[in-house]
């Protein structure tokens, strides 16, 4: 388990990833990372999934394809 700090940055809070956080997730800085929340409330940070870019490549299309639909039940 790693522990880090939550800070202020001008308008936004940023979460300190520390160098030992960095090399678990085999990253370095400038590289994207994905978060997900799970149904337990957890965040999950992951360096690439490729489950997840197709699921929202997969949703992208759909919310495409129903733009007019969506928009009337919004």
């Known amino acids: 388990m790693f522990r880090t700090k939550i800070r202020k940055v001008g308008n936004s ?3 300190t990833v520390s160098a030992e ?3 678990a ?3 370095k800085e ?3 990372v994905y978060v997900t929340r799970s149904d337990d409330n ?3 940070i992951q ?4 489950d997840v870019l197709a699921a ?3 949703a992208e299309e ?4 129903n733009r007019t639909l969506l928009q009337a039940l919004a």
């Open 56 to 58: 929202l490549a997969a």
């Open 13 to 15: 809070s940023v979460v």
């Open 21 to 23: 956080m960095l090399a």
């Open 62 to 65: 759909v919310m495409d394809e």
């Open 42 to 44: 957890c965040l999950k």
């Open 47 to 50: 360096a690439h999934d490729p």
């Open 25 to 27: 997730l085999d990253v």
């Open 30 to 32: 400038g590289d994207t």
